[in-house]
């Protein structure tokens, strides 16, 4: 048999040679571990989108916190306002009540004295006469229970006044205005500082 062919069960050249090129035996590469240049550029690319839509989603929900904190206080200025009014309304109403009352009360006490007067010919003239006291009193039920009304608001006004819880006295006033300047002036410069 010519060298070279091999037929059935025949075993190959045992060459030591056999595996070599023309240039002799190749040498054995070994790919380098990391990524490659295109992995490289895929990975930075995710990385910026990643950062810039974080740094943008940050911007818009930080511009809609601060706008619903300028809300806010604007809603807060304007409940502030509203109780203000509120209370300036309640003070008049309380102021006219209680001259109403006064005057009521001064026109009973005219129609009283009126009353006593004219019927002091009648006092201690004799046996079951009535007393300046009880001439007062009588005087006092029949004008009294005739303008009720009026002496009950004067009484209630003058409770009021005299307990401090119907009207609003100079302290509260002047420190419910102070409290409202500073929450603007507050509000303001934090306003400032996120438009900034």
């Not at 059935?8 to 380098?32: C, F, L, R, W």
């Not at 839509?53 to 809603?75: C, M, N, P, R, Y």
């Not at 302290?171 to 409290?179: D, E, Q």
Request: proline fraction near 3%.
């Amino acid at each position: 048999m010519a060298a070279g062919m091999a037929f059935g069960n025949s075993a190959p050249d045992g060459s030591p040679y056999a595996d070599e090129g023309p240039y002799g035996t190749p040498v054995a590469q070994h790919k380098k571990a990391g990524l490659t240049r295109r992995g490289k550029v895929a990975l930075v690319v995710a990385g910026v989108a990643i950062v810039g839509g974080g740094t943008i989603w940050f911007q818009v929900h930080s511009a809609a916190v601060a706008k619903d904190e300028k809300e806010a206080a604007a809603l807060q200025l304007q409940m502030k306002q509203l109780e203000l009014e509120e209370m300036r309304i309640r003070n008049e109403q309380a102021s006219t009540d209680k001259k109403a009352a006064t005057a009521s009360a001064e026109k009973v006490q005219a129609a009283v004295d009126k009353c006593v007067k004219d019927s002091s010919g009648l006092i201690g003239k004799g046996f079951g006469s009535p007393s300046r006291g009880e001439v007062v009193a009588d005087c006092k039920q029949q004008y009294e229970t005739v303008d009720g009304s009026g002496m009950e608001a004067a009484s209630n006004v003058q409770n009021a006044s005299n307990a401090g819880g119907g009207g609003i006295n100079s302290p509260a006033l002047l420190g419910l205005v102070a409290g409202g300047g500073l929450a603007v002036a507050l509000f303001a410069r934090k306003g400032k500082k996120a438009d900034a």
